[in-house]
């Protein structure tokens, strides 16, 4: 953190993302503060309190108005104000073409190999190229020097970075990618796709959370643009624009916000069985998640099923607590989706709950992050069984929770999160025999090995933290600048 502010001292910095890190809900006469379920806003808020500058974002709670002041800022965190969040108000019309069209029809299930199929209606297009322009132009006003420090957050704004270079042809654009990225085949049948190529390229920086998607990237630049690629230093060169593109695996705040101000985790555990009516030597499980169709929850719900198959004696004496926060549930896909995982766990509580002791707990309704820590902490072993993630945050918050070193994280091979934590049992979810195995070896695994993996996964967490994820992106920029700057010294 504090090499964060060194680095950014007297720069001017804005963040941009569609997610807003704080909203307000109006609740009868009082106004509720809320965190939303957002890996980004996990990642970027504790680099934003860091080096306070402004963050962009779509004003969503039902009372955000009310909070804010006739410029449409507000300063936050609401308990501790460190930066200025700037929101933009989109009507209804606006976010239903721009963020659930496009975006959540369009290009979600267009980078996520889910098997969901991409919709592209010309209509919803429109409506993300007006947002764009539309957040583009509210940073240009943001910034007060010609050449500010923009930190470009994910899918909804690809043609962002070229709409600001536009009109900063000097500013620094750090644009971050936060889910995957497809093959040239698979991204090619989008109808925009040299438009949205030729707005990422505005970006002085452009990060992915593995090489992996880098690479698909460069190759579907290399396919459907004119452009020079320079492959030894990751360089994509367009029209005197230098992009580099690199991949930046995030991570999340260490230490951790709510170390030290938790009871120790046997007495969250003892806590968390009494509130859900469980024994006190009962085994518990944890998922977190958005209720989105990428994250495998159907296949997670099938492992626990086949796990009580296998061994019965596991009924009555594990429960699986699954959180899941609603999430674009205007859409039908979501819809669909959500009834699918009710009717589920319904099915499995009815072969499998003993006793009073439910297979599966349900919940799907938001939690504070607080809250999900103190299930974290409560649980034998934690899920993370999604079909494709970018990176998945969740993974590394279990692991950060867990200052007993124990527990065990049972981890999706399609997360880039396993890429990094190799001692976690590391699975393929449409596998459902070896899922299930897996949640079963995590239950009976003796204490020291559950140490041994516990710490290494920690103290990877610990070292690559968020600060040195947005550090690094922010020391590359750096030398690209130089390197532009030389360049034109030389032509
Ligand atoms: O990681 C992809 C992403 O869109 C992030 O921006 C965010 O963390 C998460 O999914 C939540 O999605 P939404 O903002 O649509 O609720």
Not at 49 to 56: E, L, N, Q
Not at 317 to 341: D, G, H, K, M
Not at 417 to 439: F, G
Request: glycine share 6%; with cysteine; hydrophobic share 40%.
């Amino acid at each position: 953190r504090g090499l964060l502010h060194k680095q950014l001292a007297g720069e001017r910095v804005i963040v941009v993302s569609n997610r807003e890190p704080y909203f307000h809900l109006r609740k009868g006469d009082r106004v509720e503060v809320h965190r939303p379920a957002s890996g980004l806003v996990t990642a970027v808020e504790p680099v934003m309190r860091a080096c306070s500058g402004t963050w962009v974002a779509h004003g969503s709670g039902s009372a955000d108005r009310e909070t804010v002041d006739r410029h449409d800022r507000v300063r936050v965190p609401p308990d501790k104000p460190e930066y200025t969040l700037r929101r933009i108000w989109l009507t209804e019309e606006e976010e239903k073409g721009y963020y659930y069209g496009f975006a959540n029809e369009g290009l979600w299930p267009l980078c996520h190999i889910a098997h969901v199929r991409p919709v592209f209606r010309t209509s919803d297009w429109e409506q993300y190229v007006r947002i764009n322009q539309r957040f583009a132009d509210a940073v240009v006003r943001e910034a007060d020097s010609e050449d500010p420090v923009v930190l470009v957050q994910d899918y909804h704004f690809a043609l962002l970075p070229g709409m600001i270079r536009k009109a900063l042809p000097k500013a620094t654009i750090i644009t971050f990618w936060h889910i995957p990225w497809p093959n040239p085949e698979s991204f090619g049948i989008c109808p925009w796709r040299k438009e949205l190529l030729t707005g990422m390229l505005g970006s002085t920086i452009l990060g992915f959370h593995t090489p992996y998607h880098c690479k698909n990237f460069l190759e579907t630049v290399d396919r459907y643009l004119e452009t020079r690629i320079e492959h030894e230093s990751s360089t994509v060169f367009r029209r005197g624009q230098l992009t580099m593109v690199e991949s930046y695996p995030i991570s999340i705040q260490w230490p951790p916000p709510w170390q030290g101000t938790l009871p120790p985790v046997e007495q969250t555990r003892e806590e968390i069985l009494h509130e859900l009516g469980l024994p006190p030597d009962h085994l518990l499980g944890i998922g977190v998640d958005r209720m989105d169709y990428t994250k495998g929850i159907p296949e997670r719900f099938a492992a626990v099923e086949r796990m009580f198959e296998l061994h019965p004696e596991m009924a009555g004496r594990f429960t699986f607590v699954q959180i899941a926060a609603p999430s674009r549930s205007v859409l039908e896909e979501y819809q669909t989706f959500a009834n699918r995982v009710h009717g589920m766990a319904e099915r499995i509580n009815a072969r499998f709950a003993r006793n009073g002791s439910p297979a599966i707990i349900l919940k799907a309704e938001h939690h504070e992050p607080e809250e999900v820590n103190r299930y974290y902490r409560a649980a034998q072993v934690c899920m993370v069984t999604s079909l494709h993630d970018g990176m998945n945050l969740v993974a590394k918050e279990y692991v950060a929770a867990r200052e007993d070193e124990q527990g065990v994280l049972v981890l999706s091979q399609f997360t880039g999160a396993a890429h990094e934590l190799h001692e976690a049992l590391i699975v393929n979810p449409y596998h459902v025999e070896q899922t299930a195995e897996a949640l079963y070896q995590a239950l009976t695994m003796p204490e020291y090995e559950q140490k041994e993996r516990m710490r290494s996964m920690r103290a990877l967490v610990r070292d690559f933290n968020v600060y040195r994820w947005a550090g690094r992106m922010l020391l590359d920029a750096a030398r690209v600048r130089q390197r532009e700057r030389l360049a034109m010294r030389i032509g």
